[in-house]
């Protein structure tokens, strides 16, 4: 995942991921770079929102 898939599961920015990624040091590594910027293990990503995102309620 990129920065951009990131910020759409999120439901935030591409600012606001970097924000995170630079300052939440429970964040995963990222996989690589690429010339696009830095890449993440989908399942990484999707553990780490499990663990510190709560559930959105569709409602709201």
Do not use: C, N, Y
């Not at 606001?16 to 630079?22: C, E, M, P």
């Not at 690429?34 to 559930?55: M, Q, T």
């Amino acid at each position: 995942m990129g920065t951009a898939e990131i910020a759409a599961r999120l439901g935030v920015s591409r600012v606001r991921v970097h924000q995170i990624v630079t300052t939440d040091p429970s964040f995963p590594e990222p996989l690589d770079e690429i010339k696009a910027g830095k890449i993440w293990r989908a399942d990484d990503v999707e553990r780490w929102i499990a663990e510190h995102r709560p559930p959105r309620d569709p409602a709201i």
